[in-house]
């Protein structure tokens, strides 16, 4: 019997709780998971890829299961393909996120029939987590602390630091 190889993309620019909920779980439902770190044309990232691969390896570092974490610039079925994985592992947060993702599971499939979507809803507690209001409340001066763990926090915090904080003169 061959290995069930899933595959969890995202830019994970900073990683949050949301993220590691869907990790831990989506790791229990295959052999293997490979975390794919990519870049997103449309996204400006706060870290750059090396730094992204880095802090996802810290952290999915105690999760049960056997998890790699590789980064790629291709099409994510192409990525797939690559990795021999069958499964795409994706988290919702809301309703928003289901239709963007019911659209991208529906053309991954034209491109690859062999390989099946499966959509995880993250924890009630951790939905409104978005990678994109964590930098946006950081760049603020806000408490990001509930919505990513403490290590990404202070590389965050490091980064505004460094960069500057908006609102302030």
Known sequence: MSQRIGVYPGTFDPITRGHMDIIRRGAKLVD????????????????????????????????????????????LMDFAEREHASVIVRGLRAVADFEYEYQMAGMNQQINPRVETVFLMADVSLQPIASRLVKEIALYGGDISKFVPPAVRDEVAARVNQIGRKGSA
């Open 32 to 75: 293997r998971l490979v975390i794919g770190v990519t870049t997103n044309p449309s996204k400006s990232p706060m870290f750059s890829l090396p730094e992204r691969l880095a802090m996802v390896e810290r952290e999915v570092a105690d999760v049960t299961g056997d998890i790699r974490v590789v980064s790629f610039d291709s099409l």
